[in-house]
Antibody
C-alpha cells in the first residue's frame, strides 16, 4: 500500500523559513515523479512544485520561484520542500503526491496523496 | 497559464440522480485532463485521467468525456458517499499544472 506522510508544517512569521518532508513507502520511490500541491483554508487546490524521478528536473509555480526548493533523497525515500521568505499567502495545507505513471516524462496527474501538513504564516 | 472554469459551483441532487459536472479550459488541453474527488478533511482522490480513463479502483458510475476545451464528469447514479467536492486539473503543456475552482455536489 502506498503511503505518503508529510511533516514539518507549523506557525512561522512572515519572512521565515520552513522545511517540509514527505516520507514515502509502499512503492519504488525512485521510479516516480513527485509533487507538492497546497490548499489554503477553505479554498481550492494549487500546484506548487514538481520533481522528476531522478531529481534532475524541477518545476515551480511562479509565485514560489526563488523562494521554494524541491528536492528528493531516493536513498531515504523522502521528498522535501524548503521554503524561505514565507508570506501570508503561503498559508495552506501542503500535500505531497505521487505521479500516476513511472513513465518519462511525468504525466502530471497524481494517484496517491498524503494527508497534508499545515503551514501558517502569521505575525 | 491555462485557466479551468468549473460549473456549476454547487450541484444539489438526491441519491440515485445523475450528476453532470463541467470543466472548460481557456485553451485546448487535448485530452490531458483529470478529475479528483475531495471529501471534507480528506486528501484528493484521482477519479479520471486523460479525460476518460478511470483510475484504479474507481467505480464504473464515474465517467469522463470531452477533449479540447470542454469536459464533463458524469456520475450516473449518486451514492451517499459521492457527495463531495470535485476538481478538474489539466496536465497539458505544463508547467504550470492548474486546477479548476471546484464543484460541490451536495444533498438536495
Amino acid at each position: 500500500e502506498v503511503q505518503l506522510l508529510e511533516s514539518g508544517g507549523g506557525l512561522v512569521q512572515p519572512g521565515g523559513s520552513l522545511r517540509l518532508s514527505c516520507a514515502a513507502s509502499g512503492f519504488t520511490f525512485s521510479s516516480y515523479a513527485m509533487t507538492w500541491v497546497r490548499q489554503p483554508p477553505g479554498k481550492g487546490l494549487e500546484w506548487v512544485s514538481s520533481i522528476s524521478a531522478t531529481g534532475i528536473s524541477t518545476y515551480y509555480t511562479d509565485s514560489v520561484k526563488g523562494r521554494f526548493t524541491i528536492s528528493r533523497d531516493n536513498s531515504k525515500n523522502t521528498l522535501s520542500l524548503q521554503m524561505h521568505s514565507l508570506r501570508a499567502e503561503d498559508t495552506a495545507l501542503y500535500y505531497c503526491a505521487k505521479d500516476r505513471s513511472l513513465h518519462v516524462p511525468a504525466t502530471g496527474t497524481y494517484d496517491s496523496w498524503g494527508q497534508g501538513t499545515l503551514v501558517s504564516v502569521s505575525s | 497559464e491555462i485557466v479551468l472554469t468549473q460549473s456549476p459551483a454547487t450541484l444539489s441532487l438526491s441519491p440515485g440522480e445523475r450528476a453532470t459536472l463541467s470543466c472548460r479550459a481557456s485553451q485546448s488541453v487535448s485530452s490531458h485532463l483529470a478529475w479528483y474527488q475531495q471529501k471534507p478533511g480528506q486528501s484528493p482522490r484521482l477519479l479520471i485521467y486523460d479525460a476518460s480513463n478511470r483510475a484504479t479502483g474507481i467505480p464504473a458510475r464515474f465517467s469522463g468525456s470531452g477533449s479540447g476545451t470542454d469536459f464533463t464528469l458524469t456520475i450516473s447514479s449518486l451514492e451517499p458517499e459521492d457527495f463531495a467536492l470535485y476538481y478538474c486539473q489539466q496536465n497539458s503543456n505544463w508547467p504550470p499544472l492548474t486546477f479548476g475552482g471546484g464543484t460541490k455536489v451536495e444533498i438536495k
